[in-house]
């Protein structure tokens, strides 16, 4: 099961991320068992933790500061792969986890690492089809003469492999990526025309 993405206290208030839920899985647990799991992640108790620990997974390796900061989101939602209130099962991505996002980087968004803020379904579909006006932190690819230059971000998928995004995406690719059992049929190259440098037919057709 992958956990949830804000653990709530009795007030239904969120206490941490999801970021801090996974810490003995990415070789901190020393820092994980030091934290007051029944607090907020900026209480007295964990904030000179929560806000001094650098932590590189959090980070865009091509990107790094030396900050508590992280752009990495989940998106959160009953059709996504974080419902708000538990973690997922499993056997509920019903739409294959491979073709199901996870988490994305989000250039312009910041948040502390330890902070439980995330998208939500509507905000991500609204990112993720929109043509970006600041390229800020995005992935610039130039793969060859005959291929365009292409601005990417990175995304994290259920089934645990990473890849590119190109945006932006159609809706209806934002859509299927991001719900667990929508039904959508997703066509492989399709998505992967997404993940993957686009020819510059213009260029071919004045070189042949």
Same mark, same amino acid.
């Given at each position: 099961n992958f956990p949830q993405a804000a653990p709530l206290d009795e007030k239904r208030g969120s206490l941490q991320s999801w970021r801090l839920e996974i810490l003995p899985y990415l070789e901190q647990n020393e820092l994980y068992q030091r934290i007051r799991h029944d607090e907020p992640w900026d209480s007295a108790a964990n904030? &000179?933790?929560?806000?001094? $620990?650098?932590?590189?997974?959090?980070?865009? &390796?091509?990107?790094?500061?030396?900050?508590p900061h992280t752009?990495?989101?989940?998106?959160?939602?009953?059709?996504?792969?974080? &419902? &708000?209130?538990?973690?997922?099962k499993l056997n509920e991505f019903r739409d294959g986890r491979e073709f199901t996002l996870l988490a994305l980087e989000a250039p312009h968004k910041q948040a502390m690492w330890a902070e439980p803020v995330d998208f939500t379904f509507e905000e991500a579909i609204d990112y993720l089809t929109r043509t970006p006006?600041?390229?800020?932190?995005?992935?610039?690819?130039?793969?060859?003469?005959?291929?365009?230059?292409?601005?990417?971000?990175?995304?994290?998928f259920a089934d645990g492999?990473?890849?590119?995004?190109?945006?932006? @995406?159609?809706?209806?690719?934002?859509?299927?990526i991001l719900t667990v059992d929508?039904?959508?049929?997703?066509?492989?190259?399709? @998505?992967?025309?997404?993940?993957?440098?686009? @020819?510059?037919?213009?260029?071919?057709? $004045?070189?042949?």
């Open positions: 904030r &000179p933790l929560t806000s001094t $620990a650098v932590l590189e997974v959090f980070q865009c &390796p091509a990107h790094w500061s030396q900050t752009h990495y989101f989940a998106v959160v939602g009953e059709q996504t792969a974080w &419902p &708000p209130d538990r973690g997922r006006t600041d390229r800020t932190g995005m992935h610039e690819s130039q793969p060859g003469f005959f291929y365009k230059t292409t601005w990417s971000i990175n995304a994290v492999h990473v890849g590119y995004l190109s945006l932006p @995406l159609p809706r209806e690719v934002a859509v299927a929508g039904g959508e049929e997703i066509d492989v190259s399709s @998505l992967r025309s997404w993940m993957e440098p686009e @020819l510059d037919y213009a260029k071919c057709y $004045a070189f042949a």
